[in-house]
């Protein structure tokens, strides 16, 4: 049988995915920024848009991170439930705002610390979750 | 405007079911293999390519490109602020389908941990 135990290990593995999403979606956003003369009217609209769009380096580079995230990923949901794995991955929303304080001393609103706190207790909860279901399979 | 709104959070919508529905298919194709990895690089990379010889990887992958199409297009109208805070429902589609397709048990504090972080995330993105 298999055992589906959240482990110290795998949350870190969460984490590694999630700091690489943050980076693809960055990189999308930057390489999207470059077709913003966008117009839905039509089909050449759209392949212009989207051959401005793969013309950039970023757009590369976040289909090079997508590719390394598939791999971690997929080892993790080899021993985990999908309703877990994808909760716990929220967790990128509390290290990012926690990174922006330690690295570039940015200051966070009021509102966004209570944010924090609701993903915060989300996550665990949801951790929690996973032990019941180990616990009861036994 | 307001109407470029909707079409724009329709857009969001759909990018969280068919991102949804790569999880799924993925999920179910680990599942189909059967095995619980060790974190050692020579298993995974013959997990993966065992992996990538299942159609059903394809076809969720498939759904994550278009995903990804329709996602460039909306980041190119509004904030990725905005459009993540829209994007957090996507926890939510991802219990559904668990629990309905995957039959996972999700129990309450499952469920109620995955709502607490829709509600972090949009107060987070939207400030």
């Not at chain 1, 848009?49 to 757009?59: D, E, I, Y």
């Not at chain 1, 909760?87 to 922006?100: E, K, M, N, T």
């Not at chain 2, 994550?64 to 459009?83: E, G, M, Q, R, T």
């Not at chain 2, 709502?115 to 987070?124: N, S």
Request: overall charge positive; aromatic content about 14%; some cysteine.
């Amino acid at each position: 049988m298999l055992k589906k135990q959240l482990t110290i290990k795998i949350v870190l593995f969460l984490v590694l995915t999630d700091i690489l999403e943050t980076f693809t979606h960055l990189c999308f956003k930057k390489s999207a920024l470059t077709g913003s003369g966008f117009n839905a009217q039509s089909f050449a609209g759209i392949f212009e848009f989207l051959s401005l769009v793969f013309s950039s380096p970023f757009v590369w580079l976040g289909l090079l991170t997508v590719l390394s995230i598939f791999i971690i990923w997929s080892s993790i949901l080899s021993k985990i439930d999908l309703s877990v794995a994808v909760p716990i991955a929220s967790f990128s929303y509390i290290l990012v705002p926690l990174a922006s304080i330690v690295y570039f001393h940015e200051r966070i609103s009021m509102l966004r610390w209570l944010g924090i706190f609701f993903i915060l207790i989300g996550v665990i909860f949801v951790s929690l979750s996973s032990a019941e279901k180990e616990s009861s399979l036994r | 405007m307001k109407e470029g709104l909707v079409f724009i959070l329709f857009l969001i919508v759909i990018t969280s079911i068919c991102d949804t529905i790569n999880q799924l298919f993925l999920k179910s194709a680990i599942n189909s293999l059967g095995e619980s990895l060790s974190f050692n690089l020579i298993k995974v990379i013959q997990f993966v390519f065992k992996l990538a010889r299942l159609p059903r990887v394809w076809i969720g992958f498939l759904f994550s490109v278009l995903s990804l199409c329709i996602w460039l297009f909306v980041l190119s109208k509004v904030d990725l602020n905005f459009a993540f805070s829209v994007d957090s429902m996507h926890y939510i589609f991802i219990a559904l389908a668990s629990q309905l397709v995957l039959k996972e048990r999700v129990g309450w504090r499952r469920w109620l941990g995955t709502l607490f972080i829709v509600v972090g995330i949009v107060i987070v993105s939207l400030n």
